[in-house]
Each structure stands twice: as structure tokens, then as C-alpha cells.
């Protein structure tokens, strides 16, 4: 067993997060289900996909917990809510999740910022990072759903024409972020 470098209230504050993290992939799980049900399988498997993304960052908590010398607890996960009514309501509802799930995690910041625990505050950075790509991933979603359907008259086509661009060849790839 290592030396405790962390300390308890952060110890805590890191386990709850790890918690939150299992009921967002809860959350998908169950929206995953019920996209399937309603013969979504496109956005079910989106959903399938992301609820191991979260299942990924509730480990990657863990692992820091007890690398740092803590000890994770495994708690009880909260029941998901009802189901979404719609599509809409759907993409709307994840990306609530995510948006109160990115104020939780800056709490996180902010109490590593005000222990001086330079490390956990650098660990905290990449989920800084990921909840900037996963709102602005669902916010994506949300406008293609929109010229799908809301936006149909007088833009009959543009959801189809986007995908279509998406698929256009070109030589040069979109410059991206180096991935860590
Ligand atoms: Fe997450
Ligand atoms: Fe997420």
C-alpha cells in the first residue's frame, strides 16, 4: 500500500465524482435501451457506445484513488430517470446530464485549486477537457436533429447534405488536437 497523498476530503470528493460517473453511464444504459426499443438503433448504439465512455472515466477515477494511496469505495448507483418522451427530449436530457456533470467536476478543480493539490488538479484537467468535447459533441447532435426535422420546409435537404459532405473526399484531413 502506497502513502496517502491525497487528502480525505478530496479522497471523498473524488469517490462521489466516480459515483456520478457510473450513474451518467446508468443514464445512457437506459436511454440506449429505450432508443433500441423504438427501433432507433442508430442513436441506441451512439448511447451504448457512450455508456462505456463513462463506465471509462468512473474507472479512470478509481484507479487514481487508489493510485494516489486512497481507497475507492463502490457505492450504490442511483435508478436512471423515466425515459425520454422523444428524440428531442432525449438529446436535450443527455446533454443536461452533462452540463451538470461539468459543473461537478470544476468543483473538483476548484478544491484541488484550494488544497494546493497540484496533481490532482492536473488530473483533473483532462476531464475538463472531455466535457468540453462531449457538450459540444451532443450540441452537434441536437442541430443535425433540428435541420432534420424542425427546420424540414424550405430546408428539405440539409440534413441529408451534411452527411453527404461529411463523406466528400478530400486530400487533406481536419487539423485536429493531438490525442493524449
Ligand atoms: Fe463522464
Ligand atoms: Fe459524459
Given at each position: 500500500m502506497s502513502t496517502?497523498?491525497?487528502?480525505?476530503?478530496?479522497?471523498?470528493?473524488?469517490?462521489?465524482?466516480m459515483t456520478r460517473e457510473a450513474f451518467q453511464a446508468q443514464v445512457y444504459l437506459s436511454y440506449a435501451s429505450w432508443a433500441e426499443v423504438n427501433s432507433f438503433s442508430g442513436i441506441a448504439n451512439f448511447l451504448y457506445k457512450?455508456?462505456?465512455?463513462?463506465?471509462?472515466?468512473?474507472?479512470?477515477?478509481?484507479k487514481y484513488i487508489n493510485d494516489r494511496?486512497?481507497?475507492?469505495?463502490?457505492?450504490?448507483i442511483g435508478a436512471p430517470p423515466e425515459n425520454p418522451s422523444d428524440i428531442k427530449d432525449c438529446l436535450e436530457k443527455i446533454?443536461?446530464?452533462e452540463v451538470d456533470n461539468s459543473a461537478e467536476i470544476d468543483k473538483l478543480v476548484n478544491q484541488a485549486h484550494e488544497e494546493k493539490d497540484w496533481a490532482t488538479f492536473?488530473?483533473?484537467?483532462?476531464?475538463v477537457k472531455e466535457q468540453i468535447e462531449e457538450e459540444s459533441l451532443i450540441n452537434g447532435l441536437l442541430d443535425k436533429y433540428t435541420l432534420a426535422s424542425e427546420q424540414k420546409e424550405g430546408n428539405a435537404n440539409?440534413?441529408?447534405?451534411?452527411?453527404?459532405?461529411?463523406?466528400?473526399?478530400q486530400s487533406a484531413e481536419i487539423p485536429r488536437e493531438e490525442k493524449l
Open positions: 496517502k497523498r491525497i487528502s480525505d476530503a478530496m479522497e471523498k470528493a473524488l469517490n462521489d465524482q457512450h455508456m462505456n465512455e463513462e463506465r471509462e472515466h468512473m474507472f479512470k477515477i478509481l494511496g486512497g481507497e475507492t469505495k463502490i457505492e450504490a446533454l443536461q446530464h492536473s488530473f483533473t484537467q483532462w476531464f440539409y440534413y441529408e447534405l451534411d452527411k453527404d459532405l461529411n463523406k466528400a473526399p
